[in-house]
């Protein structure tokens, strides 16, 4: 056990104050032509923000989910993120700089994943960025169908739905939506998506150099939060078929889809997960679906919700209709999604 964590201690950091700022530094050198970076606000903010006429999406959270949220700002999703410290929500004063930033004139939509600080920040936020005149609207994430509250929420918490209202609300506004209409596409995707996590190991952040929890080398974490937090229960691990069959069962029972109804299933790693055991599990869940006369027409796997290098998975399904699917296949072009462009 010694050696497992000794080997999970070894991060490539200078000081851990600066990770921040110095992986934002970087995203903005790699991405000159998508991004550029406020290093005085810490912000991500989409090259040409604000755009006249078109309605700004602002999402932010904890910073060691990357490529959430700053990997995916550019064209077809955000206009802005706001990066915390690590697993920390980032402060009013960032998200009304964002706000400000990307108001194009017809008002700003927040992306808020359902955690307490996030929250609470961020309904600070758009009191005051109205006081300033730029109209605000607020979509409150939380489609985490394994436990109702949690360490760091009341309620259920956001998860992997959060790409996928980024990018289908970013696809609305890109076409011209109002701020309604872009408020509305956000919240349909949340109340039609839902998803389950597993982890496998824990992570471990920079300024701890310890792992956040303890878990045994023959244990999962079963309905685990991106944070660590704990699941539904602690229980030895099993075959993959098995796992996925459990996390299918609690995704659809609780989304409880119409049949024939399609869906996007959308595979995430949670940042130590080889791609290989990424597809075995969409494999895993393409059968398990089928099983039910289900059948994901679109599909997502990958790292996009990451909790630094834990191991292990989650699984998010979007019942999908034509509105949005369309807006789903629309062009995007950010660091970390890009396709029809």
């Known amino acids: 056990m010694s050696a497992v964590v000794t080997t999970a201690l070894k991060k490539f950091v200078n000081d851990p104050a600066d990770v921040v700022a110095e992986s934002l530094s970087g995203l903005g050198a790699a991405h000159p032509d998508l991004v550029r970076i406020d290093l005085a606000n810490r912000l991500v903010l989409r090259k040409d923000a604000p755009v006249a006429g078109k309605v700004g999406l602002v999402s932010g959270g904890g910073s060691g989910h990357e490529p959430l949220h ?140 310890t792992p956040t929890f303890e878990i045994g080398p023959d244990e999962m974490e079963f309905g685990v939060g991106i944070h660590g937090e704990p699941g539904r ?42 791609l290989i055991e990424l597809y075995l599990v969409h494999n895993e869940l393409t059968r398990q679906l089928a099983d039910r006369g289900l059948e994901a027409t679109r599909s997502l796997v990958g790292n996009y919700i990451t909790s630094l290098e834990m191991a292990g998975v989650s699984i998010t399904l979007l019942a999908l209709d034509d509105e949005l699917t369309a807006l789903w296949d629309a062009p995007v072009h950010t660091p970390a999604l890009r396709w029809g462009v």
């Open 233 to 274: 229960r602690r229980e030895k691990l099993r075959p993959a078929a098995e796992i996925v069959a459990e996390m299918t069962e609690a995704v659809v029972g609780d989304l409880d889809p119409d049949p024939g109804t399609p869906l996007l299933a959308f595979v995430n790693g949670l940042g130590g997960t080889p």
């Open 70 to 209: 700053g990997g995916f700002v550019g064209a077809g999703m955000l206009d802005a993120a706001c990066p915390g410290e690590i697993f920390t929500s980032p402060v009013p004063d960032q998200m009304v700089a964002a706000t400000k930033a990307v108001d194009g004139g017809v008002g700003v939509l927040h992306i808020v994943k359902n955690y307490t600080g996030d929250v609470m920040n961020f309904r600070l936020a758009a009191e005051l960025a109205e006081d300033e005149g730029v109209q605000v609207e607020s979509v409150l994430t939380n489609d985490d169908v394994a436990v109702e509250d949690s360490l760091y929420t009341a309620g259920r918490r956001g998860v992997g739905v959060t790409v996928l209202v980024e990018k289908i609300a970013g696809a609305k506004a890109e076409a011209g939506g109002s701020l309604a209409e872009v408020a509305a596409v956000a919240r349909k995707v949340n109340e039609r998506g839902r998803s389950f996590g597993v982890a496998l190991t824990s992570c471990v952040t920079p300024a701890a150099g």
